[in-house]
């Protein structure tokens, strides 16, 4: 344990004003993307388009938003799993989040806030709405990043067009406890692109492909990007999505918020011939995430080593 060298993830730099597609910058960044991405299926991203009175005014409002009574907070409900209110788990205590679907969209967002604050909360719904609507931008160059890294131009209006945004957000009451305790349990994203967001308590750690954890501690100015299962098997296994997991010392909350891109239901994520050869065989039969979502939800989808190869596996 104490001779192993601490490891850190890439750090990639979207801050350069001018990261044009066409430009030799845009070409430097992609293949960065594309080298994190395969070796570890994430990186931390310096992003400087979200001004930083919008970034501490998101944690203002989580704190708002988890300080409202249980019963309040239960109001968030969704059709989807994991999309509405996650909480009062006994195998994870310190943990809670709130899904809030289409967050760019201003009135989804204000209509989820009603339903929380009956009289109104528009600086609530203004944060999280604007917050997602420009993290969404890097979500669409790091896509558009890897579908030019991997020639797939031709089908970039309709992977744009068959995702939406979700932004869950989370809270982990602080242990208060110099040993670790377990914040969320180790898991893959099952979506697109996850990008985390969080106050200055770090907890997370990501797991390499040789097995070890490695504890991330994002600056204050970045962004960590991560790989979900659906980007993985839409090329065909050539990204990494990797295990990760939040551990929780001390007595500080940690606020995160992450904002998920998401195939739309009814979408059939299926490989593109372009991905599929002789050296790549086709890894998964098409399939629609949200139906992936319901088996992961049940006992032997959380069972499962992958519940994504035993949902579609080939
Ligand atoms: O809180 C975090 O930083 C990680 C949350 C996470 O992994 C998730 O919601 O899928
Ligand atoms: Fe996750």
């Known amino acids: 344990m104490g001779s192993q060298t601490p490891l850190k993830l890439p750090v990639i730099d979207f801050s350069k004003p001018d990261l044009k597609p066409g430009t030799n910058e845009w070409d430097l960044v992609k293949g960065q993307v594309r080298v994190a991405l395969e070796d570890y299926g994430c990186f931390e991203a310096t992003f400087d388009k979200i001004p930083l009175d919008l970034r501490e005014a998101i944690f203002g409002s989580l704190e708002e938003l988890f300080d409202l ?174 295990y990760h997991r939040v551990m929780m010392t001390g007595d500080k909350a940690r606020y995160s918020t992450g904002l998920f891109s998401i195939p739309k239901a009814g979408y059939m994520i299926k490989a593109p011939d372009e991905m599929v050869d002789e050296a790549h065989p086709l890894l998964f039969k098409p399939f629609d995430h949200v139906e992936f979502l319901g088996f992961y939800y049940t006992e032997a989808g959380q069972k499962a080593e992958s519940a994504l190869k035993v949902f579609c596996g080939l």
């Open 69 to 242: 009574p249980l019963q309040t907070k239960l109001r968030n409900v969704s059709n989807k799993p994991y999309h509405g209110y996650v909480g009062q788990y006994p195998q994870v205590p310190l943990y809670e989040s709130m899904g809030i679907d289409d967050a760019n969209i201003i009135e989804k967002v204000e209509a989820l806030t009603a339903t929380l604050w009956p009289r109104g909360n528009s600086s609530f719904s203004k944060t999280v709405q604007s917050f997602s609507e420009k993290l969404s931008e890097l979500d669409q160059t790091i896509r558009k990043m890897v579908l030019e890294s991997f020639g797939l131009e031709k089908y970039m209006d309709e992977h744009m067009d068959s995702t939406n945004y979700l932004l869950r957000v989370m809270k982990y009451k602080g242990p208060k406890t110099t040993e670790t305790k377990l914040g969320l349990n180790s898991h893959t994203d099952k979506n697109i692109v996850t990008i985390l967001y969080q106050n200055q308590v770090d907890g997370l750690e990501v797991r390499t492909k040789e097995g070890e954890w490695v504890n991330v501690n994002p600056s204050k100015h970045s962004f960590i990007v991560m790989i979900g299962e659906s980007l993985h098997a839409w090329l065909n296994g050539r990204l990494h999505a990797p």
